[in-house]
């Protein structure tokens, strides 16, 4: 309760030291031709230099003392809008902005002198869905996480993953928000592709430090992914078709201006193309087998009256492998057998989102949003035999079901106060009710002639609340410095076993120049749920699990500086340097994994933490005849777990000391375009034997590549003596990738036609996706190296209408 206290406390003295007489300009800035508000637009007056930007939902308010005014309403790829304004009253205004492709140098370097420089808040980044559809793609799949591990500071795992591992966290510390609502699961086909279709995304913001106040329950990073609103004033749509999926987006009004939809559809269709040649193959004319995967997103906007707005969201998406033998009839010693069976494997998400804003004053607006999240992994096996004979008929059953998940129900209410030009204030509550689901595991055995079983194992479920609350300002102190000054606090509830945590966070800006500012940051989080990670296996078996009185949460203090600035108004670079602790990190004992059903998963888990740290550089160029970036992260990241590795530090599985990505576009002329992507990394950390003991001998498998081993471990397998450096000790070959797309627009009086020809692994570099000791042409032991993805070629054909 004295976190609480406090936390009002600050906000009441926030509000009425700032409160003022002034008079309030407020309202909506969106897209002219398709109403789609438009997230972070700037408001500035030119008179007092004063200004603003939109929230999330396109509102601004800007407080000014009465008189003559001309406001400068502007977004990036957009013309800009000035409007007099004779100040002596409150005044609602809209504004709508029309997209422009001859923006002035100065017009687009001011935009984002603003967003990029002057802003308090660091380590983000902001991707558009136009750059993400230029570059090139694995089999000609465009893909948000794809892109993202283009960026500094973060990784992307093994060949072709879709996971974010973001500062030296893993993938359960990244908060992936798909229209405020938490997706736990952002993988297709054991992550080659990630689950969003970005024909149905607005905007894209990663945070990797300096975690705005309103952000909670996670460590490493913030993936906040807006959907589109609908086109509000005309139906609108898109296709497109690919080597392996196809896509269909189709949005517009209900009612012209009040109400609009958006939905749009994907599926690939590989299991149909491929039936037929796998039962030629297998000569099975009664077996169906295969794998598909989709995702579904749907989108309702009603506009209730000028101060009021609902929306209704919903993303559906599942993996799933399958395996049906149809009822087979054969002759066999004079009986007759009959044998069916069906099998699958599938997991995947469910999330909702029900908000209702309103514009309480022209200074208050808030938001109410009511969400549902759930992620499940499902194995199913079944087998029915009947056999006839002579005596009779006998049919026997047998059935295995798996089932793990997570599922949250969650309420929460925001609020953006904006006093005055100086202040901008967030405070809001939330709650959320999570059901954990750690495995459960069914059989079933049904037979006329002997005892049935018919048997549960596994984990209960696990019920826990978590709440928070929060509170921010964005406080502009003096001409050249502002800062972001917030607290959360939030509480976890499980088997009456309470925690909370009061989270400061800080973000600073010292404004050097006009186009040089320096940066530093702070942020204090907690997590209280923890992601079960299983290696060796190559399913997404991973379980969901929350903090309980034998487990604790995790934590992280994260500090971060830097430096930002636009030169030549066309590169923007920014240099930063960052630390990490992180706390009460958990793995799997040696051995462990999430099939055994002898112990509970808590004993089945070291408690550990670890370290991140490193340096950030990112190069950018918007502007001119090419466009692009250049990202280099240098970092070094470590665990520690008592009962591993003998209590000392290792490295971390995806540890890297050095990533590159560069990234370029140029367009060719009025209808080609190139694009290429390059990427360079430090090969990652393995746990291996180095060396083998058998009778008299021993054998060393790396003597060539690593030299002598020191200090070495033992362990027994099949009778032999393993040594083994330590976890995490070897490396692995360093990974390196050209990418490269041709692209050709066509427009149409019915639309635009887009062609794409792209090249995964351009040179055909045989990349490390995993090692394992084998043996070679004469029969000796030796390190075996196997690579994915070779040279890939792709096209794909998209239409919008």
Known sequence: MKQFFLITSLLFVIIFQAYSQNYTISGYVQDVETGEKLVGANIFDAVNLKGTTTNTYGFYSITLPSGDYQLKFSYIGYKPQVRDVKLDMNIHMNVELKTSLELSEVEVTADRIDREVKSTQMSSIKLSVKKIEELPALLGEVDVIKTLQLLPGVQSGTEGASGLYVRGGGPDQNLILLDGTPVYNVSHLFGFFSVFNVDAINNIELIKGGFPARYGGRLSSVLDIGLKEGNMKKIKGSASVGLISAKLTIEGPIIKDKTSFIVSARRTYLDYLAQPLIRAINNEPNVSQGYFFYDLNAKINHKLSDRDRLYLSVYTGEDKFYRNQKPYEYLYDGNIYTEESKSGLGWGNITSAFRWNRRWTDKL??????????????????????????????????????????????????????????????????????????????????????????????????????????????????GVLKANIGLHYSGFLVNGKMYNSLEPRLSMRYLISEKWSAKISYAKMTQYIHLLTNNNIGLPTDLWVPATDRVLPQQSYQIAAGISTIFTDKYQLSVEGYYKKMNNLIEYKDGASFMGTNKGWEDKVESGKGWSYGAEVFLEKKLGIFTGWIGYTLSWTNRQFKGINLGEKFPYKYDRRNDISIVLSVPMNDTW????????????????????????????YYYDIYGPGTENTQSLFNGEIN???????????????????????????????????????????????YYYIGYDSRGNRALTRVSLFPFIPSVSWSFKF
């Open 673 to 700: 375009s190139f694009s290429a992507t390059w990427v360079y990394g430090t090969g990652t950390a393995h746990t291996l034997p180095t060396e083998r003991y058998y009778g008299q001998g021993m054998y060393n």
């Open 365 to 478: 607006f808030g938001n109410t949003t009511l969400t549902y999240s759930q992620y499940n992994f499902n194995v199913n096996q079944f087998a029915q035999n009947i056999t006839e004979s002579d005596t009779g008929t006998v049919t026997e059953l047998n059935s295995l079901k798996y089932l793990s998940g997570i599922q949250d129900y969650t309420v929460k209410v925001d609020f953006d106060y904006l006093p005055n030009p100086d202040h901008f204030i967030k405070f809001g509550i939330s709650n959320i009710y999570h059901t954990f689901k750690p495995g459960v595991s069914v059989y079933k055995i049904m037979n006329e002639e002997a005892a049935n079983v018919d048997t549960t194992m596994g984990e209960t479920s696990i019920y826990a609340n978590e709440f928070a609350m929060y509170i921010e300002d964005d406080y502009k102190i003096s």
């Open 723 to 769: 040594h083994v450096d330590g976890r995490n000790s070897i490396r692995a070959a360093d990974y390196h990738r050209l990418d490269v797309n041709f692209r050709k627009i066509h427009k149409t009086k019915l639309g635009e036609m887009a062609f794409n020809i792209g090249v995964y692994n351009a040179y055909n570099r045989k990349n490390p996706f």
